[in-house]
């Protein structure tokens, strides 16, 4: 090992506490040399990676990469938050004893980078001087020079971040250890792979993948899990999975800001990213915030603000295509720096291609490989109908490379947020959107928030796969007490957000058809929810909350079946019953769970004739 003191002297980084860190995971994972990064170093990194064959090119500034076949998604059974609290244990966070984790993370670790170069990534998961920055610096130790790419992408890293923390102690301690992927057991008996948030003690241990989803520590374990606890711990802010959009009238002048949680394959990326239709954007300008992460807080004039902790975004590729979202398909474009995951490559002409980018893969062979790294030109007759890219093959680029990116979405202030939505797949049941104006009530939705279970395989017909607030593979401490965390911080806002639930899903029972269009119409239905926040429209009540009346929706310039828009703006009572019955045994499971939210349970089950 080269002389660690010399090497951070040399790179500047100042803080005592990062140095003891640095020097203690040195030390275990045995690592050969240790590099501390910036993301200046970007380019010096790409160009070392393509020379050792990590990373290949996929045009001008695009890259592309590959990993490891059986280690392309985040893995929740390995996935587990540990403290020294046993009362911490909730119902989704896999809770264990961190004086049992951290001695087994350890011993994983140990020699486990023998030969490597240990990165070290000094970040921030907020833009500086954010009021939250307390809780956003983070140091994350990796062996691995593509996660290092990624990072830089995905949050800011310079080594600034930590040297001046207001308490020098306090940074997140996030170490990734790669470990012999060809060797880990993955979804077996004898699975080796750990991935461990020390929530009190503010230390994430990954060891055995080098996905994003469980190697990007600022993002998925820091962002969320860390950020969930710190954020009650404090008992100062919200660090949730959602979305943040603004929408500004242009007529007006007026901007409204809306974040909002979403079960995965339930359209979140596309909405955070969406256009305002054609026939409105003269009149609408929809900015992008974040896709994926908020932390909220109660700001000095008693309105919840918000951020988008990350700098970057790490979206699924598989279905994105101009009309689903074109704005993510123009942050992916030459020299945007955007690195492609387990897509299909075509390794003769540097292009990239997934599932649903165009309706059929390109019909010239020549030079493609699947995300396997197979050609898919040799493919046997059994495996023609494989898809060329994984289904959870992603791109990482930079926020500043999304075309509508929100000019102050680096401003430390954050911005106020006016409405918090929920919204899950769903067939059947769920009208357009349904606006909620008691907090309890808002916050019952979101520990009810579900996406469709598979129905055939389950056999659970018309029963959710349960995800609250989009946060079931994030939650950290118990959901009693996070209900209790939400109600508190919102209830201390003077002017509250408006809470609603959505559904772009719901479909035609016999033929199947989808009855709303969806992608960028969605936006006329957010409108809706700001009018009716600033009660310039009134709506009509129903049980489950408040429903547009039809002609209080935008429908300018949309060619929409007027049965369907019935249908969408309608209740079904019964189904609505049998739902209650479903969400009654969904909370019985949590613990300590405030009694304002099973008064909301109960006024909703009253409200529908129970
Ligand atoms: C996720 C992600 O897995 O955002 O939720 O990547
Ligand atoms: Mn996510």
Redesign the pocket.
């Known amino acids: 090992m080269a002389d660690v003191a010399a090497i951070l002297e040399a790179a500047n980084l100042k803080n005592d506490h990062v140095r003891d860190y640095v020097r203690y995971w040195a030390g275990i994972t045995g690592a050969a040399n240790i590099e501390v990064v910036s993301a200046d170093d970007d380019a010096r990194l790409l160009k070392e990676a393509l020379e050792a064959g990590e990373i290949f090119p996929a045009g001008d500034g695009l890259y592309y990469s590959r990993s490891y076949y059986k280690d392309t998604a985040?893995t929740e059974e390995r996935t587990i938050v540990a403290t020294n609290d046993p009362a911490d244990k909730g119902v989704y966070n896999n809770w264990r004893p961190a004086s049992e984790m951290k001695p087994k993370l350890t011993e994983l670790m140990t020699g486990a980078s023998a030969g490597k170069t240990m990165y070290v990534i000094p970040y921030l998961m907020s833009p500086p001087k954010s009021p939250l920055e307390a809780w956003a610096a983070g140091v994350q130790l990796t062996d691995n020079r593509s996660v290092v790419l990624q990072m830089i992408r995905m949050a800011r890293v310079s080594v600034e971040f930590i040297n001046n923390l207001q308490d020098p102690a306090s940074f997140v301690r996030a170490v990734h250890v790669t470990g012999d992927l060809e060797n880990l057991g993955q979804g077996t008996q004898d699975d080796k792979r750990y991935f461990v948030t020390v929530a009190d003690e503010r230390t994430i241990l990954h060891f055995g993948s080098s996905y994003?989803?469980n190697a990007l520590l600022g993002k998925?374990a820091h962002g969320l899990r860390q950020a969930a606890y710190d954020g009650w711990a404090s008992g100062k802010f919200l660090g949730e999975?959602f979305m943040l959009l603004g929408i500004t009238d242009k007529v007006t002048g007026k901007k409204w800001h809306i974040a909002g949680g979403f079960p995965?394959a339930s359209g979140k990326t596309n909405l955070a990213m969406t256009l305002a239709p054609d026939a409105l954007g003269d009149r609408y300008y929809v900015e992008f915030y974040g896709d994926?992460i908020a932390w909220m807080w109660v700001g000095a004039d008693g309105r919840l603000y918000g951020m988008n902790p990350e700098n970057g975004v790490?979206g699924v590729a598989k279905d994105t295509n101009e009309k689903t979202n074109p704005t993510a398909l123009d942050s992916i474009v030459p020299r945007t720096g955007a690195i492609f995951t387990n897509v299909a490559y075509n390794e003769k002409t540097q292009e990239v291609w997934f599932e649903g980018r165009t309706p059929e893969p390109p019909a010239d062979l020549d030079g493609w490989l699947d995300w396997k790294g197979k050609p898919i030109a040799e493919r046997s007759p059994a495996e023609a109908k494989d898809p060329w890219s994984h289904p959870n093959a992603r791109f990482t680029t930079t926020l500043a490379n999304v075309p509508n990116i929100a000019s102050d979405y680096n401003e430390p202030v954050g911005v106020p947020i006016d409405g918090i939505i929920f919204g899950g797949r769903t067939r059947d049941r769920e009208p357009l959107i349904r606006a909620i104006r008691d907090v309890a009530e808002g916050v019952y939705d979101g520990l009810t928030l579900g996406a469709e279970a598979t129905f055939a395989a389950d056999g659970l017909d018309g029963q959710l796969r349960y995800d609250p607030m989009s946060m079931r593979?994030f939650m950290s401490y118990p959901e009693g007490a996070y209900a209790a965390h939400w109600l508190k911080i919102i209830g201390e806002c003077t002017a509250k957000p408006i809470f609603a639930h959505v559904n772009w899903f719901q479909r035609d029972a016999s033929d199947g058809h989808f009855l709303w269009p969806g992608y960028r119409e969605n936006l006329r239905a957010l409108l809706w929810l700001m009018q009716l926040r600033e009660g310039s429209v009134t709506g009509v009540p129903s049980p489950v909350g408040i429903l547009p009346a039809k002609d209080e929706l935008n429908l300018e310039g949309l060619d929409i079946d007027p049965a369907d828009l019935d249908r969408l703006l309608t209740i079904d009572v019964d189904r609505w019953k049998q739902e209650v019955g479903f969400r009654q045994a969904h909370l019985e499971q949590f613990a300590n769970l405030p009694a304002e939210i099973w008064e909301a349970h109960r006024r909703v089950a009253e409200a529908l004739g129970d």
């Open positions: 985040r994003g989803g998925i999975q995965s994926d790490f593979p």
